[in-house]
């Protein structure tokens, strides 16, 4: 009877060593932090089925330096890094960041007790949406995690010569906005910035700066400056090499000290005098046999973007006499080349591509605009060759897919400054106009196979894929708002290049 027992026990016991077949300890990899924290090796395993390595969330979670949640009954675990927190649900690909789905090519799995998350999720999802910054060496299986990850790092001080110069110090170089609308305050927005918040919090006065702070976006950092009526100049330095941004601030007109207005000078390549918005590009999205994005009632992208893109016309034309020039009229194919091309040949000083969002997600909503520049780690070229291949059929991908609809070069960094300035007066004047969400001014970097050789900004006007917003983009007082934030802009984009 004994005997016999546990000749039972061994057999449970060796179908234990069984069960667990679909999980595989295939390899390990070598992970190194520039934290502190002393080089670990972390297993990399392999799922049934699936063609990609896989990491442990426990693991996931002490390499982020992140706290974790299991959920056993919605099986879905929950990662806090910093502010964002991260949820990834067992059997899907999704992963939610701060209530915003986005897709991996791999699903995430539990075996064994453990939540396996694909290396994916590190290498492409946490670099994009945390502080931190992933390398991965796939023939040596090294990861290297780049600590708390700032690349704003430092703010000094000069004064002399009755001026005094920020500097605001990076380890790359950043596209920057300048925004002074609000008096006595200058507000600095780094794309892609990751500050060092504490570097940043300066209360004491230097020269005209009284005070100094930093915020950290999902996204983006920005620098606010409290600074003295007295100056009332403003110009920014950039310098690559080593990247800054030197902020420069001088004592100018004595009406704009009593108005509080600061003026910037010198900004972008252009500034020597000869951005003059004489003919605009207004590019109506797909056409033809593409019909972009369609909605649950059938409605198609493209007919929504030539409507808008047709009031646009009209508006600009009323309002500010300017010339425009469409990259369709009718309900035709255009390929991308030839859209930048006729915006090129006819010499247009600004180009604007209208387009519709969508999200497998109803609730999903909110206007945005894209300003593009070339993807600049590897993180960022990871996710762009992810939304190359993801192509249109993937419904999942489509609220990215836009953006490699219209492809920049190399040529659009000559024309940075002002895309970003002309994307924030878009986005600025929207929000007050429209009364939906602002999902914000976007960098995009996707690989170009045309430039505009000008200023070029995209819009994601609503989503058609939420039903209110459908109703919206189909109505002609709504697109006409659309039309008349689009021309608050560009006489913003006059004035500051005047
Ligand atoms: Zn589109």
Not at 324 to 348: H, K, P, Q, S, Y
Not at 389 to 409: T, Y
Request: net charge negative; hydrophobic share 40%; charged share 30%.
């Amino acid at each position: 009877m004994v005997a016999r027992m546990s000749r039972r026990a061994l057999g449970f016991a060796l179908l234990l060593m069984l069960v667990p077949l679909a999980l595989r300890a295939a390899d390990s990899m070598e992970v190194v932090y520039d934290d502190g924290r002393a080089p670990e090796r972390v297993p990399l395993l392999r799922v049934d089925g699936e063609d990609a390595w896989f990491v442990r969330a426990s693991d996931v979670a002490r390499l982020l330096r992140a706290t974790q949640f299991w959920n056993a009954s919605s099986r879905k675990i929950v990662l806090g890094v910093g502010k964002a927190r991260i949820v990834l649900t067992v059997d899907t690909r999704v992963v939610v960041i701060d209530g915003e789905p986005v897709m991996m090519r791999t699903e995430t799995h539990y075996e064994d007790g453990s939540v396996l998350v694909p290396l994916e999720f590190i290498l492409e999802t946490a670099g994009q949406h945390t502080p931190r910054g992933f390398s991965w060496d796939e023939e040596s299986k090294r990861l290297a995690v780049g600590g708390a990850g700032f690349n704003v790092t430092q703010v000094s001080f000069s004064t002399a010569g009755g001026r005094t110069v920020v500097t605001l110090h990076m380890t790359e170089p950043l596209i920057h906005h300048v925004d002074t609308a609000t008096p006595g305050l200058v507000r600095i927005k780094l794309y892609g910035g990751r500050v060092d918040v504490r570097a940043f919090d300066v209360r004491e006065e230097r020269g005209f700066v009284e005070k100094v702070r930093a915020e950290q976006s999902e996204r983006d950092a920005f620098v606010t400056l409290d600074v003295s009526r007295e100056a009332t100049r403003l110009r920014v330095d950039r310098s690559d090499n080593p990247p800054q941004l030197e902020i420069v601030l001088e004592r100018g007109s004595s009406e704009d000290a009593e108005a509080g207005t600061i003026q910037i000078v010198d900004e972008g390549a252009s500034a020597a005098g000869e951005f003059v918005i004489d003919r605009i590009c207004v590019d109506a999205g797909h056409g033809g046999r593409d019909n972009g994005k369609e909605s649950g009632d059938g409605v198609f992208e493209k007919d929504v973007n030539l409507a808008i893109a047709r009031t646009i016309r009209d508006r600009i034309m009323e309002e500010l006499g300017i010339e425009v020039i469409m990259t369709r009229d009718d309900d035709r194919m255009v390929d991308l080349f030839e859209r930048t091309e006729i915006a090129n040949t006819a010499g247009c000083d600004l180009f604007v591509s209208v387009h519709c969002n969508s999200w497998f997600n109803r609730g999903t909503g909110g206007f945005e605009s894209y300003f593009l520049s070339p993807a600049k780690d590897e993180a960022g070229k990871a996710l762009q060759r992810f939304e190359n291949e993801a192509g249109g059929d993937d419904h999942a991908a489509a609220s990215k897919s836009d953006v490699q609809f219209i492809l920049w070069d190399l040529v659009q960094n000559e024309y940075i400054a002002e895309s970003s300035t002309f994307a924030e007066y878009v986005q600025q004047e929207m929000t007050s106009r429209l009364g939906i969400q602002s999902r914000g001014v976007k960098q995009a970097g996707f690989v170009v196979l045309s430039g505009a050789k000008m200023p070029a900004v995209l819009l994601e006007v609503a989503f058609l894929s939420n039903p209110a917003e459908e109703r919206l983009l189909v109505d002609p007082s709504f697109q006409r708002r659309v039309a008349d934030g689009v021309v608050a802009s560009i006489r913003k984009m006059q004035d500051r290049y005047r």
